[in-house]
């Protein structure tokens, strides 16, 4: 791969013959600017913020990156899957970007999640690629999310990545940065506050079940309102009835 930037369609791909690649995917549209199965959590919850309708000054607001930091060439599936990656992102953006401001979706928890917010955070979070094996603040060697005050950094191992893309494609690539996404909700950080008010907890500890499973469904209810494929059987399951997105008229 060159140094120079390859235009498809809305997605500009940067990068060289080692790795290094930089997805921008441009957004459109005149957006308010405003934690995962192998387990992606952080080790500490992140400070509650919920003014989400301030406008924020980020030169990131324009575009959505996904950085590979690979130092070696990409083998045959992991550039697929990062490729699939720009791809869901690019469909998710589309979805996002349809759900009208007030529409909700009411957790069982009764915590809401509104369309407006899910646009404020998809507009500016970034997604972070570091080889396998690389270790996080969490403790895992899959992946975190960090709500980075608003300006959100999904931090994914490329195996994660391979392995989601191989999941009931295309299913599986679209429930990986949905699922990110929800546990950086409002909804989503009071969950993981609650999980972690305590320090690290077990994976088999019913909690973190739980918080998994809210963020399962917040990624299961964007999926359906815009008609995207999604795991069928996400680890930890869905709520049953999932909530759905409500738009009122």
């Excluded at 790795?19 to 199965?37: F, Q, T």
């Excluded at 083998?75 to 529409?103: F, G, Y």
């Excluded at 970034?126 to 608003?150: H, V």
């Excluded at 995207?228 to 930890?236: D, Q, S």
Aim: charged share 20%; no cysteine; net charge negative.
């Amino acid at each position: 791969m060159s140094n120079q930037p390859e235009n498809l369609g809305t997605i500009t791909v940067y990068g060289t013959q080692y790795g290094n690649l930089s997805y921008s995917i441009s957004l459109g549209g005149s957006w308010r600017k405003p934690y995962d199965d192998g387990e992606h959590h952080e080790t500490s919850a992140p400070p509650l913020n919920d003014n989400h309708n301030d406008p924020v000054s980020d030169p990131d607001i324009e575009s959505i990156e996904i950085r590979v930091n690979i130092n070696r060439p990409l083998k045959v599936e992991e550039k697929q899957a990062i490729d699939e990656l720009s791809k869901a992102i690019s469909r998710i953006t589309i979805v996002i970007n349809s759900i009208p401001d007030n529409a909700t979706i009411t957790l069982n928890n009764g915590h809401i999640v509104t369309g407006i917010e899910l646009k404020q955070l998809w507009q500016k979070i970034d997604f972070d690629i570091s080889e396998a094996g690389t270790t996080y603040l969490n403790g895992t060697q899959n992946g975190e999310i960090d709500y980075n005050n608003g300006n959100p950094i999904a931090r994914l191992n490329i195996n994660i990545v391979t392995s989601y893309n191989a999941l009931n494609p295309p299913g599986g690539i679209n429930y990986l940065p949905l699922h990110e996404l929800a546990h950086i909700t409002s909804a989503g950080r009071k969950s993981n506050q609650s999980v972690w008010a305590n320090g690290k907890i077990s994976p088999h500890d019913p909690a973190w079940s739980a918080n998994e499973r809210i963020a399962n469904d917040i990624a299961k209810a964007i999926a359906d309102f815009g008609g995207l494929a999604i795991l069928p059987n996400a680890r930890y399951g869905y709520s049953n009835p999932p909530p759905a997105i409500i738009v009122t008229p």
